[in-house]
Nanobody, 115 residues
């Protein structure tokens, strides 16, 4: 059974930081591309950051320079370090694992940026 379990969300003030984690089980983690998506109320889900099996990363323009995605293959975990958070970063953040036709999602974790 495949599971992606996110953690680390919460309430933070503008300018603050959070670190999201996504622990995977039931997959050969090392071969999967791992992604973080987010969905704000009334908006479509968008890709925030991606890291492939080789460790190459990509970011949405809106988070470049503020967010960092990383992975620990030994722990089967992907991280999203979020710094300099803004009101517009408020969303449910989802972990996603992709390999070929296989596509798995976590349940999401809420990030709220508010003063």
């Amino acid at each position: 059974q495949v599971q992606l379990v996110e953690s680390g969300g919460g309430l933070v003030q503008p300018g603050g930081s959070l670190r999201l984690s996504c622990a995977a089980s039931g997959i050969n983690f090392i071969i999967y591309a791992m992604n973080w998506y987010r969905q704000a109320p009334g908006k479509q889900r968008e890709l925030v950051a991606a890291i492939n099996s080789g460790g190459n990363t990509n970011y949405a323009d809106s988070v470049k320079g503020r967010f960092t995605i990383s992975r620990d293959n030994a722990k089967k975990t992907v991280y999203l370090q979020m710094n300099s958070l803004k009101f517009e970063d408020t969303a449910v953040y989802y972990c996603n694992a992709k390999f070929a036709v296989m596509d798995y999602w976590g349940q999401g974790t809420q990030v709220t940026v508010s003063s």
